[in-house]
């Protein structure tokens, strides 16, 4: 425990912690373990803001059956190549292992694998595909659509998630290169995390309901593209959060645009589009990882500019933080997402399920050496 | 001929002339109407950076012999639905047409065509390979890397060029997204196009030599990555900058990132990547086209934002000049950029074609109405 609260979890806790939860609310182990492997992924690799941060969402979601719990994903259409799946509403990660691994499959026999998801709901961080396929050395690639957050270029309403891009791929050694990012200025879990805080967010971050800029996480309803204004290039980054709703809502038949539901307060299930690709570098020029890391040393050891120790690579920042926890025994917790944790849970309507969440919470919490009083 | 010196250019003129310069240097009409077109294109569509404003490097490399006249690209190797080509150092518009046309008669056959590239060149717009897949009904991407412009995120030297990303896919009634975008900031032609006009670049575009920033647009020697800097996300912009050489030079075995020749001063081949994709979206959902129109629609009917008059997508301002074009009967040629394009004809180190050029640069001008003193 730190001087502010903060606590170190062992990843095997946390992955047992949300595997229990889920278990509760009638998930098989198998599929709660896609989704505990998941957060622990997402806290592990220093997305706070997807991680635990988001399991009570997930646990609302099956308790108000808005999301399945009792069925699978299945494949609609198929080439050698590509495929068209219906998530039939189970939970996000379930849809996105069951499509990264039928990708991967594809890629093994085709040189690619393209599937596209309809009927799938929130996946967490897309790193966590793209990284299933480096682990078979392939290229991995996820896209999701998302609920309305994006305002597109000189209008004032938001029609586009944050509608994320990740694209990673296995370099020597264990090494990768893991591109995960959302398609606005940033991922609006981090005004989340700057509003639990307590923290003002930078300028050029958000909009409130009325489409003005604010600086206040708690004003803040929608998200600028990357890029910013139209002055800096904004519609760039509207125009890849509108190319990852073609990959994923367009292609698939999903909800897309502006038909996506408002997440936090759904009452009728998401339907989100989702997009996964593989792609074997064997079917192209040998060598692929050796090239890989010569090109990501090269930046690694360009000269930084004045006041900054290093120069990163996509990946390095995750990997600087995995070293960390791995180095400190486990996921640092600040006290602050630990009491919305559970503080959050009233919003279940079935109490039981509520107060066998916070003892499982407390047992976990106990078993690290910390009682929370809640 | 407008007050500014400014003349209107019908398309065909530009296309015939663009073949017979190229005829000139030994490029057969087929191969040359490749590059014509492309170029028309690029004009035609209001990226003016890169239509004949280009024209004098491709005959540079084709005279010096740096680009290869007398070969076809090739494939080396290939599945169902991918492929490995070997452009064999022709002009970049005749490898991006080889392999766009593979990867679409791929995507017949297996849902999916992705070709990789190695020994290309330059190929101008990204745009017109994905339009061309738009034309067969087929999602198209486009991909290239190009000599180093782009500065990584807390570095002071450039490692990647502007690396654009092309996704184009039609919708209904000949409509079509067509995200056409430079990786960084801005496509270096526009700080060219500065210059050539004689205006300061805005900030956050470019670099001095030594990694400064300056407004300087004939001191800007390299850019900032979509987004910026750190603070305002540029990190993602260079991520992506990464992701299109992954697909470029990583995956093909061409030249990577600070190995790419510095591209105006070539003693050397470029051995450019590219990366050429199609999905066919009847592999996909019924309905994509209708999908696709209601979603950008749902776009251009969104409430303006304060001093804005209309909500555009990808793809909208380029048909907005095309009609402007069709409307005047050609394309409107700033005096400066017909100058410059004859201006640096004397770099050509065989006197006898720059002077063939001239005199077909002021036929064409001629039976436009104008007489140029060079």
């Known amino acids: 425990m730190t001087d502010d609260g903060s606590k170190i979890v062992p990843l095997a806790e946390v992955y047992a912690f949300v595997v229990r939860c889920m278990g509760v609310v009638g998930i098989n182990e198998d599929d709660a373990g896609a989704l505990a492997d998941l957060l622990v992924s997402a806290d592990y690799r220093g997305h706070y803001s997807h991680g635990l941060n988001r399991l009570y969402i997930y646990i609302q979601d099956v308790k108000s059956g808005t999301t399945a719990s009792n069925a699978k994903p299945e494949i609609v259409k198929e080439t050698i190549a590509t495929a068209l799946v219906d998530g039939n509403n189970v939970l996000g990660p379930i849809v996105g292992r069951f499509c990264i691994d039928l990708a991967i499959?594809?890629?093994?026999?085709?040189?690619?694998?393209?599937?596209?998801?309809?009927?799938?709901?929130?996946?967490?961080?897309?790193?966590?595909?793209?990284?299933?396929?480096?682990?078979?050395?392939?290229?991995?690639?996820?896209?999701?659509?998302?609920?309305?957050?994006?305002?597109?270029?000189?209008?004032?309403?938001?029609?586009?998630?944050?509608?994320?891009?990740?694209?990673?791929?296995?370099?020597?050694?264990?090494?990768?290169?893991?591109?995960?990012?959302?398609?606005?200025?940033?991922?609006?879990?981090?005004?989340?995390?700057?509003?639990?805080?307590?923290?003002?967010?930078?300028?050029?971050?958000?909009?409130?309901?009325?489409?003005?800029?604010?600086?206040?996480?708690?004003?803040?309803?929608?998200?600028?593209?990357?890029?910013?204004?139209?002055?800096?290039?904004?519609?760039?980054?509207?125009?890849?959060?509108?190319?990852?709703?073609?990959?994923?809502?367009?292609?698939?038949?999903?909800?897309?645009?502006?038909?996506?539901?408002?997440?936090?307060?759904?009452?009728?299930?998401?339907?989100?589009?989702q997009c996964y690709v593989a792609i074997d570098p064997a079917a192209f020029e040998p060598g692929f990882a050796d090239r890989l890391s010569d090109l990501m040393n090269m930046c690694r050891t360009l000269e930084p500019a004045e006041g900054e120790t290093e120069v990163l690579v996509a990946g390095d920042p995750e990997r600087q933080h995995m070293a960390k926890c791995d180095k400190q025994g486990g996921i640092l917790y600040h006290p602050n997402v630990i009491k919305y944790a559970v503080r959050h849970q009233p919003n279940c309507p079935q109490l039981n399920h509520y107060l066998t969440f916070i003892f499982m919470w407390n047992h976990v919490l106990h078993q690290a050496g910390v009682i929370l009083k809640t």
Chains 1, 2 share one sequence.
Request: with cysteine.
């Open 105 to 273: 499959k594809k890629a093994k026999d085709a040189g690619i694998g393209w599937v596209s998801a309809r009927n799938s709901n929130h996946f967490g961080i897309a790193g966590w595909y793209g990284l299933r396929a480096v682990d078979s050395g392939m290229i991995g690639m996820a896209f999701t659509n998302a609920s309305p957050l994006l305002v597109p270029t000189r209008a004032t309403k938001a029609v586009f998630g944050t509608n994320p891009i990740c694209v990673a791929a296995p370099a020597k050694d264990g090494d990768s290169f893991v591109l995960d990012m959302a398609t606005t200025v940033v991922a609006y879990g981090k005004v989340e995390m700057a509003h639990r805080k307590g923290e003002m967010i930078p300028p050029g971050w958000g909009m409130d309901a009325s489409g003005k800029e604010t600086q206040d996480p708690g004003e803040c309803q929608c998200l600028f593209p990357l890029g910013g204004t139209e002055r800096t290039s904004g519609y760039k980054g509207y125009g890849l959060s509108m190319m990852v709703e073609l990959f994923c809502g367009i292609l698939s038949g999903s909800h897309y645009g502006s038909n996506n539901r408002i997440w936090k307060d759904a009452q009728e299930k998401a339907d989100l589009g």
